[in-house]
C-alpha cells in the first residue's frame, strides 16, 4: 500500500506549487442553468495543505494554504471543531485550547461549492504522552505533533523525545510502514550529498537530498516482520561524512485489534498504528536522540 501511495507522495510534495482539478455540480435555476451558473470545466482550486504546527500553554496552532476567500472545516476524527477563513492569497490559520490527555487526529475539509467538498490528503495527529507515575504526571513530556498521508514520509512538529537522532548535521525522521512490507525512511540534512540506508548492514536504498534539505526514501517489500539496526550514511563526493543509526523493531496488526489508533510506547521508541481507509493499517516509528532521557510508563 505504501508502494501504490507513492503516487500520492510525490503530489503531495508538489501540491505546494500545483492545483488539483475538480468538477463542482451545477446549481438549479428553476430547474434550469444558465451559462453564469455553469462552472468552468476547466477551473481549478488549490488543495487544503497543513504547513505548520505547534502547542504552547494549552493552545494548538495550525496554518497552512488553500484556495483563496474559501472557508475551511477543522475537524477531529469526523467531528468539526471550528471552520477558519482563508484570506485573499490562500493563507489561513487556526488555533483552539487542548488537554493534555487528548489524542486528536485532525482533517482538514473545504467546501468550495454546493456538493463540491475537497478533503486534505493530509492528517495532524496529536498523540498525548503516556502517565509517567503513579500519579500519572507527565506535564514535562510535550505531545507527539506529526502530519502524515498514506504513502507519504510523515513530518514531525514536535517530538516527546524533543528532537531527532541526530550526527553530524544528519537526521533520520520518522519510519513509516504498512502490512505489505513497504517502508518509507525519511530525515533532514545540514549538507547536499546521498543518502544511503542500511538494515543489519544490507543496503536498503539510496537518495539525493533535496534542496531544501530533506530526503526520503520509499522501499518495496523492504522489511519483514522482526528486529533492525537502521543506519542511514551520508555521502559527500563518496566519503561518508555522518551517520545515523536506531534500533528498530517492524511490527504486525493484530487481526482482532479495532483500534483505529493504537499507540506503542517504549523507552526511546514510539510506535503509532493507524487505521487507513479502504482496510489496512499504517505505522509510523519516531526515535529519540541519544542524549535523550528515556521515557518511562507506568507499568
Known amino acids: 500500500m505504501l508502494v501504490t501511495g507513492l503516487i500520492l507522495a510525490l503530489g503531495l510534495f508538489v501540491a505546494l506549487?500545483?492545483?488539483?482539478?475538480?468538477?463542482?455540480?451545477?446549481?438549479?435555476?428553476?430547474?434550469?442553468?444558465?451559462?453564469?451558473?455553469?462552472?468552468?470545466?476547466?477551473?481549478?482550486?488549490?488543495?487544503?495543505?497543513?504547513?505548520?504546527?505547534s502547542e504552547q500553554a494549552g493552545r494548538l496552532r495550525i496554518t497552512g494554504t488553500s484556495a483563496p476567500n474559501v472557508e475551511i472545516g477543522v475537524e477531529n476524527d469526523g467531528t468539526q471543531l471550528l471552520s477558519v477563513n482563508a484570506n485573499g492569497e490562500g493563507e489561513w490559520k487556526a488555533e483552539f485550547?487542548?488537554?493534555?490527555?487528548?489524542?486528536?487526529?485532525?482533517?482538514?475539509?473545504?467546501?468550495v461549492r454546493e456538493g463540491a467538498n475537497i478533503r486534505s490528503?493530509?492528517?495532524?495527529?496529536r498523540i498525548a504522552p503516556p502517565p509517567k507515575d503513579e500519579s500519572g504526571d507527565a506535564n514535562e513530556i510535550p505531545a507527539l505533533l506529526m502530519i502524515t498521508a498514506p504513502g507519504g514520509p510523515t513530518r514531525v512538529f514536535q517530538s516527546p523525545f524533543r528532537g531527532l537522532p541526530t550526527n553530524g548535521g544528519l537526521s533520520?525522521?520518522?519510519?513509516?510502514?504498512?502490512?505489505?512490507?513497504?517502508?518509507?525512511?525519511?530525515?533532514?540534512?545540514?549538507?547536499?550529498?546521498?543518502?544511503?540506508i542500511f538494515a543489519n548492514n544490507v543496503a536498503v536504498g539510496e537518495i539525493r537530498v533535496a534542496q531544501n534539505g530533506r530526503w526520503f526514501f520509499i522501499a518495496a517489500d523492504t522489511l519483514p516482520l522482526g528486529s533492525y539496526d537502521i543506519r542511514t550514511d551520508l555521502f559527500v563526493d563518496g566519503e561518508v561524512v555522518a551517520s545515523v543509526t536506531v534500533p528498530?523493531?517492524?511490527?504486525?496488526?493484530?487481526?482482532?485489534?479495532?483500534?483505529?489508533?493504537?499507540?506503542?510506547?517504549?523507552?526511546?521508541?514510539?510506535?503509532?498504528?493507524?487505521?487507513?481507509?479502504g482496510g489496512g493499517y499504517q505505522y509510523t516509528a519516531i526515535f529519540a536522540p541519544e542524549e535523550s532521557d528515556p521515557i518511562l510508563v507506568e507499568e
Open 172 to 196: 533520520l525522521g520518522p519510519i513509516d510502514y504498512d502490512d505489505s512490507g513497504g517502508v518509507i525512511f525519511s530525515g533532514v540534512s545540514e549538507t547536499s550529498g546521498r543518502v544511503r
Open 97 to 111: 485550547a487542548v488537554n493534555r490527555t487528548d489524542n486528536l487526529a485532525i482533517d482538514l475539509v473545504v467546501n
Open 121 to 125: 490528503d493530509e492528517k495532524l495527529f
Open 17 to 53: 506549487q500545483i492545483s488539483q482539478n475538480y468538477r463542482p455540480t451545477e446549481n438549479a435555476n428553476n430547474g434550469e442553468n444558465t451559462a453564469s451558473d455553469v462552472p468552468d470545466p476547466n477551473a481549478t482550486v488549490d488543495p487544503v495543505i497543513f504547513q505548520s504546527v
Open 248 to 277: 528498530f523493531e517492524r511490527k504486525s496488526s493484530q487481526a482482532n485489534d479495532a483500534l483505529a489508533l493504537d499507540v506503542k510506547f517504549e523507552p526511546f521508541m514510539w510506535q503509532v498504528r493507524r487505521k487507513l481507509l
